[in-house]
């Protein structure tokens, strides 16, 4: 595909993992940095996607308690899963991310 949209960002967000019996059952924060990918060979508009409505689906999680804005369990397995889908459902492409909730941790839901 001759067209790849790649957008970088970051927020910032607590969260407390459900039925997790470790430090990560606590409340605690991330600056995460997610990575996004999109693929395809036509333009709509002149352009893949608009980048500044993908920053805004992100910027909804930064500063928050993500315990207290989705309705699933906020690991960052379910949290590149829920971002995916929400950047797919307004750009009509399939997207892949790569979400870091440290320098050294981090899952790509594709």
């Known amino acids: 595909m001759p067209y790849i949209l790649r957008v970088k960002h970051h927020f910032e967000s607590s969260h407390q993992l459900l039925g997790y019996d470790g430090p990560c059952g606590r409340q605690h924060g991330h600056r995460w940095e997610i990575d996004i990918k999109i693929e395809t060979d036509r333009l709509q508009n002149d352009m893949v996607a608009d980048f500044d409505s993908i920053k805004r689906i992100i910027d909804r999680f930064d500063p928050v308690n993500l315990n207290e804005v989705v309705d699933f369990n906020p ?19 399939s997207s892949e991310v790569t979400l870091w909730e440290s320098p050294t941790a981090g899952i790509t839901y594709k």
């Open 75 to 93: 690991t960052a397995e379910n949290l590149a899963r829920h971002l995916k889908e929400t950047i797919d459902g307004e750009t009509g492409l």
